[in-house]
């Protein structure tokens, strides 16, 4: 298993925890990745404004990987969202299409639809499985709940994105659940982080981030669990403003490698717990062989 | 005396400007930050902070920094092997050019109290650092013309570099040549070393020259007898030897010799060697007296750059000296293109045409805008969508071989811009997303002044043709930009159930969703059905939808609503360029 990894923008300016713990639980489930600095931007910020800058910036990324022959393994999942409506609309045949495949060629670049994109979760699950993961887990979780939060641009969708049923997906939870942790239910399990309009219209972002939180607690969740740094970011950099301004308690997030990788047995500093603004040191307190293993 | 005279006027030109050059790190502002610091407080900041980080730890990060990034240049080296070896080639050979060579009356001489420079190691030294000059001159302009790296932009500026340091060069080497091969350089020699009198001596010193090291002369001619080259070289070596080593030994001059030699004497008749020393001096004194003002003045500025950005930090740092450091960063940037080769956002630049995507140009243009000059509207629009459009990657930060701070400088300049009051549709984006992280940095007022009046300008005329009394115009029926894409014809399979609108968290949001969101998702749908374009891109809904997609799954007709609503974003912003195209009052941003 070889994938030509896609880290996107966030992940090395904002969210570096995510690209090192990602790089760690997937070492120990044998897959390998391979970096390119070539790829740029997904495309996902321009398609507010520009359908042409928005698609050829995700064709870019999707030649360059054709080019070295390796399907993607995107991190974001508005990156996986993105560079999956992409590939949706590279299928077809039009003006727009013509315009992009000619810019790729200034660029001795071209892309004929002969990879694959795939999240970092539908990876784990679909390509190394469960079995494989169970087997690595040395420290599983006891008396732990989290409340998985899918994220919007993965499952829908679901025609282009394929990820999961959109109505009832699993994936998620079973990830969650093979490390020994509980998937809480939850309402807003399937609803928007409110990251997209995070900058443009903030009372709404945060208000969408607050019912999330709150849903969350209500569950009993012990953490929110994410597998995206747009949504990431706004559970723990905007919910530590948040916490600052009206100074309720927070429901921290883990993301889920650093979930996954505690139980791995691999070390809270590898996987960047101490990154995360919100603390989620607390957490190695539900590995079962307990408090030895914490920091 | 003329030459003393250009050389003091040049060195004064030189002085004058490193001051004036240096005086504008403290007296410049940009962006938001540096608005309400005064020129003295940021002098004795800088002073403070100079010699703060002198007597403490950080002096090693200094040391450190200096070798490796400052004289080894490791972080050129970790981008591009070719690159690296151009700029060292041209650092390290014209810095010792200028110190044993330019200076060698206050260095070379005193140091060495053999100095001589027609005697080796120095002759043979002197041409070797000359060719390394020429041959990394010799890269930069493969690079940019030939190799065509991309995203690599080639200024008047970066055309002046190229220029003065091969005329410098050049005329050096050919000045080299012409004196090799001149008869009139070698009977000063003569006259001045060797004092002959004798007729057969002085035919027998200048064959042993003409036949050895390349001296042209109207007298003799290969082929020479034995026994007179034998006598001559007994004269070279009485006379001459101890102060001169064998011509070959300046081996590019002696090239050049040799390619002449066929109009040696006819050069040499009209005084070719004083007019190219004349060009290799006026060059000299051209690039010392402009250097300030070139962007050769990174010589002083980038290792500045690159020292106080190893110990300088966002909020640890007096934001006195975080406004200076970002004035001194726009002359420590060579115009390297290495920041956008990395550019994440570089497509856009492809796509849309606006070189101040990219983050070289913006340097480029922030000079001019800390100078003061005043911009036009049409300018301010295109630079503030470039700056504006940048994911916040780092990345250009990562990768400035002169360290330069792009990031906090971006976010610095970007908010000055969008406070200008010229409508910038980019913020209703998820750029905007890192501006939104970075709220507390900016005042309340400040930070929703943008969004008024990008929404305002992405509304159009929505409210006009909102009202009752509005005649309902059906003339945009055939929106071109809409047939583009398949997907978006699929409006017309909605029935009107209102599924799309029930499930869509931002209208539930609401106690009164319509009032604030101008139009609910399923009325959207059913102006386009109407033909009513207009209408339907000017609904404050378009901007606030989270893109979650909800309603698109939800679709019993498998309308792609959330697809629709980016092509009518798309439209809205197209329109409201046009509009502000059509009545830009022009700004001024001085």
Known sequence: MKYALFLGCNIPSRVEQYDFSARAVLKQAGVQLVDNRDFNCCGYPMRNVDQKAFLFSSAVNLALAEKAGLDILALCKCCFGTLKEAEHLLKEEGELQKEVHGLLAQRGLKYTGKIQIKHFLSVLYHDVGLETLKSKITMPYKDFKIATHYGCHALRPSKITQFDDPVAPSIFDNLVEVTGAKSVDWTRKLECCGAPVLGVNDDLSMNLTKKKISSGKKAGADYLCSACPYCHLQFDTVQNMMVSQNGNDPLASILYPQLLGLSMGIDARTLGIGMNQLDISGVTSFLESGEENAE | MIFNLLLYISLAVFTFGLIYKISTWFSRRIGISAKQIPTSERVSAAVKGVLGTIFSGKILTLIKVFILDVVLQIRILKEDFLRWLMHMLIYAGFMLLLLMHALENFISEPLFTDYYSTINPFMFLRDLFGLMVIIGVGIAIYRRFVLKVPRLKTSAMDHYAIIILAVIMLSGVILEGAKITSYTEYQIMVEDYADLEDEDEITALESYWVQNFGTVSPNVQAPFSEDVLSMGKDLHEGSCMDCHSASQWAFTGYATAKIIKPVALALDRVGTSTILWYIHFLACFIGLAYLPFSKMFHIFATPVSLLANAIMEKDKSDPANIATRQVMELDACTHCGTCSLRCSASPAFDALG???????????????????????????????????????????????????????????VREDLVQRGFPEPLVLSPFSFYRGLNRENISTEDYARPLTDANRAVAGKFEQVMDPSTPISLKDREIVELNELPSTRTFSYCFGCQTCTTVCPVVAEYENPQETLGLLPHQIMNCLGLGLVEMASGPRMLWDCVTCYQCQEHCPQNVEITDIFFQLKNLAVKNAAKVADESSPDLEAA
């Open chain 2, 354 to 412: 606006n070189e101040y995507i990219l983050p070289s140009e913006k340097m480029t243009f922030l000079k001019t805008l800390a100078a003061g000059k005043k911009l036009s509207t049409r300018k301010l629009s295109a630079i503030q969508e470039g700056v504006y459009l940048c994911t916040n990657c780092d990345r250009c930060t990562v990768v400035c071989p002169s360290g330069i701070n792009l990031k906090e400088l971006w976010f610095n």
